[in-house]
């Protein structure tokens, strides 16, 4: 059996993430693999879908339909949670990418940039054809 205080912390951790009750979609399906007539009969597989996302979970890890219904809400506050961390991580990577642009060079880098260029120079001044001069 699951206690009120975890409800109420997955309750808390699903409001953290901005879910309203609103925005999910709860159904129930009839279980599947062994079991017989019991499995044939009883509805405690949850489909649980967050709408403005599309994210969906399907949770048929035990035989309570309570336990399948928490279960599927934590399922689901983890994905949201971990594409949440990974559009982060995504604007931090074009922060610091922007960053480094826009970073002035070392002294180092610009006198290899300068020997480089000075270096293709005379690989295309050996291409002139004989007799022009400049």
Known sequence: MIGRD???QILLRLGSLRV????????????RGHGGQKINKTSSTVRLRHVPTGIEVICQEQRSLSQNRYQARVLLA???EQRL?????????????????????????????????????QVKAGRRPPGREE
Do not use: P
């Open 78 to 80: 983890d994905k949201l």
């Open 20 to 31: 309203a009750r609103e925005d999910l979609e709860e159904t129930f399906v009839r279980g």
């Open 6 to 8: 975890s409800i109420r």
């Open 85 to 121: 961390k990974t559009g982060q991580q995504a604007r931090q990577a074009a922060v610091s990418r922007a960053r480094a642009q826009k970073g002035k060079r070392s002294q180092g880098l610009k006198r290899e940039m300068v020997k480089t260029k000075r270096l293709r120079s």
